[in-house]
C-alpha cells in the first residue's frame, strides 16, 4: 500500500480556507489507478466558518473533493484530525503555493515519488 502525501489547503463547499495541514491518503492499488481511498489531514490551522470540509487544495494544484468521515483533537500533537474518504485521482484544480508533494510506499523497495 502506497501512502500520498501532500501540505493541502482545506475548502468548504463555498470555496473559503477553513484549515490547512498535512494530508494522507492511503492508495491500494498503483497511483495512477481510479480507486476509493481513505486518508487524513492533521490540521496546522483550523478555522470552520459553518460549512463541512469539502475539498482538498494540494500543493501541486490539483483538487481532491473529499467526505469527512470524523473530526478529533489529537492528544499528542494537540492538532485537529480528519477522517475522510475520495476518490483518486485528483481533478486538475487552482494553484496553491508550492511544498511537500510526493507518494511513499509501505516498504524502501517500493518507494517512489509522484509525478
Aim: with cysteine; charged share 25%.
Amino acid at each position: 500500500m502506497a501512502v500520498f502525501k501532500s501540505s493541502v489547503e482545506v475548502r468548504d463547499a463555498g470555496d473559503r480556507a477553513i484549515g490547512a495541514g498535512m494530508a494522507y491518503l492511503h492508495l491500494r492499488m498503483p497511483a495512477d489507478a481510479e480507486q476509493r481511498a481513505t486518508g487524513t489531514v492533521s490540521l496546522k490551522r483550523w478555522a470552520p466558518e459553518g460549512e463541512a470540509p469539502a475539498w482538498l487544495a494540494m500543493a501541486d494544484g490539483r483538487a481532491l473533493p473529499i467526505e469527512v468521515s470524523r473530526e478529533v483533537l489529537s492528544e499528542c500533537s494537540r492538532n485537529h484530525i480528519l477522517r475522510y474518504e475520495a476518490s483518486w485521482p485528483p481533478l486538475p484544480g487552482r494553484p496553491t503555493p508550492p511544498s511537500d508533494t510526493r507518494t511513499e510506499s509501505s516498504t524502501p523497495a517500493e518507494s517512489a515519488r509522484e509525478r
